[in-house]
């Protein structure tokens, strides 16, 4: 058992002798979680909720989680590229116990580590459905424990967009029904159908899917606005400001907005949009899997992508892509020359051969672009952007 730690001093030493196991090594994330477990197998892990996460950071508490596991007889695996272990009763008293210096600070958001000690120190009885996880190296997920931690880095914005290895995480989620927030194995629902329709208790089914929702696990910034929890996935991440209007809108994990954004359309998977952007309604841009040949597209800030637009390149600040145009990498674009030269002054950094028709992959990141259509010609055209692109600040 861990005793004796009562002050900083002491936790300082215990942090250090923990760190002297052979093997050691600091978790790039760690954190404990609430597992909801299968209705009909309960040994299938359906979910995992976590208060709080740690990324790449508090390596003192992680030791400390080292320590309370080793002294209640589990040794943890070090070897590989994630440890998950059930927490009990004993793991927390060793964990209060080390942390006993800093209790009272425990408030707030002081010693958010500590405070879920404390927490769970207060249950009754923890039976089997808390975890605790660590990572030590940011390779493919082998559990659904560390998919969730990882999901909770990018919704949480710990984590960048595109920075967190989600390689395989689909194999490791199970497909489950989501009532509410508790997920229902679909071999369990369809089991037990019968009984559950004649008396009355079938569930109402809100998805079906791998991923649970944005808002059944995490509580936006005060000025953020989603409007209908279905169009945001988690694993998203929306920085303070973002309005997510009802209808088209939708955005996936591994992507989201930077700054106040109005989304109304779709940010697909590792798709990101700049500060001051406006996503018009049912305009679409492009995941890796949906016909950027693997070029995970960003929009810069201030952008306008107008109503059922379709981007599948990247875009600088300040373009405009008008409503119901379609800009791929393949896509043929005529630039006039005395808008070429405008286009080029936008860009210095960049140089463009002095011709009439590029290809969208050619103005790639490109900033202050109005990409249009010619009503006469039908040709797709870009001209350098006059208008300026600015949000309502009263709506964000």
Not at 78 to 101: R, Y
Not at 339 to 363: H, M, R
Not at 383 to 389: D, I, K
Request: proline residues 3%.
């Amino acid at each position: 058992m861990i005793n004796n730690i009562v002050t900083t001093d002491n936790f300082k030493a215990l942090v250090e002798n923990t760190k002297k196991i052979a093997g050691y090594k600091e978790p790039i994330a760690f954190g404990i979680c609430r597992v909801d477990r299968g209705q009909k197998n309960a040994d299938k892990i359906l979910q995992a909720s976590f208060p709080i996460i740690n990324w790449k950071e508090n390596y003192g508490s992680a030791a400390i989680f080292i320590a309370a596991l080793e002294s209640s007889k589990r040794a943890v695996d070090f070897s590989g590229s994630e440890f998950v272990a059930s927490v009990n009763d004993e793991f927390v008293k060793n964990a209060l116990s080390a942390f006993t210096p800093y209790l009272d600070e425990a408030k707030g958001d002081a010693h958010l580590n500590v405070q879920v000690i404390k927490t769970l120190s207060s249950m009754a009885t923890l039976g089997s459905n808390f975890k605790i996880v660590f990572l030590f190296e940011d390779t493919n997920p082998q559990s659904v424990e560390a998919v969730y931690l990882k999901l909770y880095a990018l919704s949480t914005s710990k984590a960048a967009l595109r920075s967190v290895n989600l390689n395989g995480a689909f194999g490791v989620l199970s497909n489950v029904a989501w009532v509410g927030n508790t997920p229902y194995e679909l071999e369990y629902l369809r089991e037990h159908e019968i009984t559950l329709k004649l008396t009355g208790t079938y569930p109402l089914i809100d998805s079906v899917d791998k991923f649970p929702r944005y808002l059944q696990h995490i509580i936006p910034a005060d000025n953020t606005r989603i409007l209908e929890a279905s169009r945001v996935r988690m694993g998203a991440q929306l920085a303070a400001g973002t309005t997510v209007m009802p209808g088209a809108s939708y955005i996936n994990f591994n992507a989201g907005t930077l700054g106040a954004v109005m989304v109304e359309g779709r940010i697909s998977s590792s798709a990101i949009v700049g500060a001051g952007s406006d996503v018009g309604g049912g305009a679409s841009i492009l995941g890796v899997l949906s016909g950027t040949d693997g070029n995970p597209i960003s929009i810069g800030e201030n952008t306008l992508l107008g109503a059922n637009s379709v981007t599948g390149i990247p875009l600088g600040d300040g373009c405009i892509v008008d409503a119901g145009m379609t800009v791929l990498a393949g896509t043929k674009i005529k630039i006039a020359p005395l808008e070429l030269e405008k286009i080029q002054v936008a860009n210095p950094n960049i140089k463009l051969e002095n011709k009439t028709t590029f290809k969208g992959s050619e103005l790639q990141g490109l900033h202050g672009i109005h990409y249009r259509h010619n009503s006469m010609t039908g040709d797709s055209e870009a001209r350098r952007s006059t208008r300026e692109v600015k949000l309502n600040s009263e709506l964000h």
